[in-house]
């Protein structure tokens, strides 16, 4: 089973603690010690002071009387930089830690109650969180949580543990873990020898995060998938549309192929409104780029809503969802600018959003295939980015100079009817 931080599960903490690790920073102070770190951590009140409330000062300095192994702000201060690094918000490989853009991001947070540009931005940070095993093997274990939820509805929360148990993404490993959570705790830990403290520890963070994002729903112990990403408050699936192989949410929008992608279409107004001093050319030229960027994104969703020929049409959250009786399709589209970084960065998501998506249109039914996901590009990328795809069960294609569709060796298997 993958190690995960345990420390700190609260989210308005965690911009709290980014703030502090900053501070260190920016004072040239040495934030990869943990004495440091730990410190500002308890004096900020990201840490307590224990289970008898006293004076900071006076916890601090019986903390300090200890040996350094026992110091206990210090094991929070290692913890809560290791998930910052999961996080992307730090790079610590270096002698001197350094501060990522989405950590400059987490920490603007701080002190500030929670609303809905914070939520997405906590839910697509928490969403990416990469994992690497000794073997090389990626997992999200944020995205294997969620589908392991959608397929064991009323799972206990000690048995989410199983969401860091999957060496990656593939269905056979959600298959695998979801066969696991219908043993007995016991005998789980005994089977994927773990001990029964880290298995303590495994079930803490990422639970505590889905509920944060009102991406699950607790009953007592047990948790259910919400209806849709972050919906909570609608409720959960029913039980009679559990029977169906795949599922629109509740929230999403019924569509054609005429009412599909309609954002962006309209003519972009030439006016543009300056700000923090940037010249209102600058901010112009960057509203042509997002508005063209989004006109092509959206032309290539109604193209592909045209192919899928008597199947119902969804989108929201996801770009493209059609369904049949007995088959779901399940499609984010992305657009290049022809930077091997931007392909980097489109793949990622792309991988990131249908593993995270699909969770919430997959129903309970273990050990079935109930969705294909279908990652389109603009453009062909690299073989290594499709091969890497394919790992998770997600199918690529992409536009050609006809205008028509091409794919690779497992869109061609699962979309032959739909592909050029």
């Known amino acids: 089973m993958k190690g995960f931080p345990n420390q700190i599960a609260d989210l308005g903490k965690i911009a709290l603690g980014m703030e502090s690790l900053i501070s260190i920073v920016n004072q040239g102070g040495n934030a990869k010690d943990d004495g440091i770190f730990g410190q500002a951590l308890v004096r900020t009140g990201v840490v307590g002071t224990g289970h008898i409330p006293m004076p900071i000062d006076e916890y601090i300095r019986q903390q300090l009387e200890k040996s350094v192994s026992d110091q206990s702000f210090r094991t929070t201060a290692r913890g809560l930089r290791e998930l910052y690094r999961l996080l992307g918000f730090i790079d610590d490989s270096n002698p001197a830690i350094e501060i990522t853009d989405l950590g400059r991001k987490a920490s603007s947070y701080a002190h500030m109650s929670m609303n809905s540009e914070q939520m997405d931005f906590w839910r697509m940070s928490i969403r990416n969180m990469t994992q690497i095993d000794d073997d090389g093997n990626t997992s999200h274990p944020y995205q294997v949580l969620l589908r392991l939820v959608g397929q064991k509805s009323g799972i206990t929360r000690a048995k989410c543990a199983l969401a860091l148990e999957a060496s990656d993404d593939s269905s056979d490993e959600l298959a695998r873990i979801v066969a696991l959570a219908d043993l007995p705790e016991e005998e789980i830990q005994t089977q994927i020898e773990v001990t029964k403290s ?132 399940l499609v984010e589209v992305k657009t290049l600018n022809g930077t091997e970084a931007d392909e980097v960065a489109r793949v990622r998501e792309a991988l990131s959003q249908l593993l995270y998506y699909e969770a919430f249109v997959t129903t309970p039914i273990a050990g079935t295939t109930v969705v294909r996901k279908i990652a389109c590009f603009e453009n062909s990328i690299s073989e290594e980015h499709r091969e890497w795809l394919n790992q998770s069960g997600i199918a690529v294609i992409w536009k050609n100079s006809d205008a028509g569709y091409m794919g690779d060796a497992l869109a061609r298997a699962t979309l032959s009817d739909f592909l050029d």
Do not use: C
Not at 207 to 215: H, K, S, T
Not at 271 to 293: C, F, K, M, W, Y
Not at 306 to 316: A, I, S
């Open 198 to 329: 880290n298995w303590d520890n495994a079930k803490k963070v990422l639970p505590a995060f889905a509920e944060q994002l009102n991406d699950v729903i607790r009953s007592g112990q047990s948790f259910t998938l919400a209806d849709a990403p972050g919906r909570a408050d609608v409720g959960i699936v029913e039980e009679t549309t559990r029977q169906a192989v795949v599922r629109a949410p509740r929230t999403s929008r019924s569509v054609i192929p005429d009412t599909i992608g309609r954002a962006g279409l309209e003519r972009i107004s030439d006016e543009a409104t300056p700000s923090q001093g940037i010249a209102p050319e600058a901010v112009a030229e960057t509203n042509r780029l997002r508005h063209d960027r989004l006109h092509r994104h959206n032309i290539i969703v109604r193209e592909l809503a045209t192919r899928f020929t008597d199947m119902q049409l969804y989108e929201d959250p996801f770009d493209l969802l059609a369904l049949t009786n007995d088959i779901g399709i």
